[in-house]
């Protein structure tokens, strides 16, 4: 099935660091969505995103909808130690039938060091 | 938030037995649930829409006899790997999406990590 390319793919950085991602795709969406996964665990949600140029803040995270509609991108500012894990985003079409699904991105796994 | 349950969180199986892994949303009803198929550093894979009082829709590639989901009820469905081979281990999640949240909010399970020996 589709994914979105997410980038990177891995990075590790120092605590109190910003930290930038991005997902890209070939297509349209309506919604973009950020989750992090822990090792173990089923992603949480963090940010959703409904309107082109959107541009949200959940704490330390702010998350952009692309004008395109074709990319979102994540940053976290001042990172801790507790934001390691996988951080995915996740696209949406439309709300009813098979344009409900969501497609997830490739991933990015975060690492902080002390 | 809303919160999705799974259950078991991992299982071991013997090559050729059958497993079946619960959905539960536990402070809401779901007439639609969705199941995700994880395998390790890769992302998550939609198998299968599970559609309450209706068969599930699978997603291309994904084989029906072998992935059976039943959605009886408003607050759980089920998936049971049938006949589970050692490439069917894999880490199994479900999602449910809360009546009247924005559209689009998924809420997910804990996982359940299936190992077929």
């Known amino acids: 099935g589709q994914q979105l390319n997410q980038s990177p793919q891995s990075m590790f950085i120092q605590e109190g660091e910003d930290v930038s991602m991005n997902c890209t795709s070939s297509s349209i969406f309506n919604t973009w969505l950020w989750y992090k996964q822990d090792p173990g665990e089923g992603p949480v949600l963090l940010i959703a995103?409904?309107?082109?140029?959107e541009l949200t803040s959940n704490g330390r995270l702010t998350a952009q909808f692309g004008i395109t509609r074709k990319d979102s991108f994540l940053n976290i500012s001042a990172s801790i130690p507790s934001d390691v894990g996988i951080y995915f985003c996740a696209g949406r079409t439309g709300i009813t039938g098979t344009a409900s699904k969501l497609t997830f991105g490739t991933g990015t796994r975060l690492q902080v060091t002390l | 938030g809303a919160v999705v349950s799974q259950h078991p969180s991992w299982v071991i199986c013997k090559s050729g037995t059958s497993v079946k892994i619960e959905c539960r949303s536990l402070d809401f009803q779901a007439t639609t649930m969705f199941w995700y198929r994880q395998f390790p550093k890769q992302s998550l894979m939609l198998m299968a829409t599970s559609n309450e009082g209706s068969k599930a829709t699978y997603e291309q590639g994904v084989e029906k006899d072998k992935f059976l989901i039943n959605h009886a009820s408003l607050t759980l469905s089920t998936l049971t790997v049938t006949s589970a081979h050692p490439e069917d281990s894999s880490f199994y999640i479900c999602?449910?999406?809360?009546?009247?949240?924005?559209?689009?909010?998924?809420?997910f399970g804990e996982g359940s990590r299936l190992t077929v020996l």
């Open positions: 999602s449910a999406r809360p009546p009247g949240g924005r559209t689009g909010e998924l809420f």
């Open positions: 995103l409904y309107k082109a140029g």
